[in-house]
């Protein structure tokens, strides 16, 4: 039972380099979801997809972009990697509907230097 | 504009005492709140949760209480024990498909 899977959990990028975080479920889930949490910061939203093919901005989605080609896998890139975003990042599903839960990954650690 | 509040960074109890955890909000369209536990280096994980209907709800050790014309919810548990030291999450959701969250409270269960 895999539920939300994140790879890689570590990556260290170089200024200006590339990437994509890969998050992928297998609850069926339509609703899925990027956070990233910084030290004492809380969990903030990057992005969230309804649904494959429908994406949306959260609180802070500049830098990032994400794609929905299937219902299972949502991947965040990150275009031009800057210091600013080290952090420690979380993908996240839920059913369809109000008043349902997030299921959450293990999470991915990047550091950019 | 910080939509869920937890005010209070970090918190301290003895094992088997009560923890008393708060959470306010400011977004009147919110309807269902949730409380994630989170250990280091692991995802958050589903605690509780509540509808905006009630004002109580129970499981086991956990309860939550939302005060509905405060904005406010708090999450008790008793006995605390010392596998409870952990960092709490607050979250809202309702008026669209986001989850929002507070900063967290790490609470300390100390044996």
């Known amino acids: 039972n895999a539920g939300v899977t994140q790879t890689p959990k570590f990556r260290i990028l170089k200024i200006g380099q590339s990437m994509t975080l890969q998050c992928a479920q297998d609850?069926?889930?339509?609703?899925m979801y990027w956070y990233r949490q910084d030290p004492g910061m809380g969990l903030k939203l990057i992005y969230y997809?309804?649904?494959?093919?429908?994406?949306d901005k959260g609180e802070v989605p500049n830098g990032y972009n994400v794609s929905r080609s299937t219902t299972e896998d949502f991947p965040l890139r990150l275009e031009l990697a800057a210091p600013s975003q080290t952090s420690v990042y979380f993908c996240?599903?839920?059913?369809?509907?109000?008043?349902?839960?997030?299921?959450f990954g293990q999470g991915t650690r990047l550091t950019v230097v | 504009d910080q939509q869920v509040k937890q005010n209070s960074p970090s918190l301290s109890v003895q094992e088997g005492r009560i923890s008393i955890l708060n959470c306010d909000y400011t977004?009147?369209?919110?309807?269902?709140f949730l409380w994630y536990k989170k250990y280091p280096a692991e995802g958050p994980t589903f605690l509780i949760s509540?509808?905006?209907?009630?004002d109580k709800n129970e499981d086991g050790r956990f309860t939550v209480f939302l005060n509905k014309s405060a904005k406010h919810l708090s999450l008790h548990i008793v006995p605390s024990q010392p596998g409870d030291s952990a960092v709490y999450f607050c979250?809202?959701?309702?008026?669209?498909?986001?989850?929002?969250f507070g900063k967290g409270t790490k609470l300390t269960v100390n044996p």
């Open positions: 996240a599903s839920r059913v369809r509907g109000t008043n349902t839960e997030a299921f």
């Open positions: 609850m069926n889930h339509n609703y």
């Open positions: 997809s309804v649904g494959a093919g429908i994406t």
């Open positions: 977004n009147s369209m919110f309807d269902y």
């Open positions: 509540i509808s905006s209907i009630k």
């Open positions: 979250a809202a959701q309702g008026g669209s498909e986001k989850l929002v």
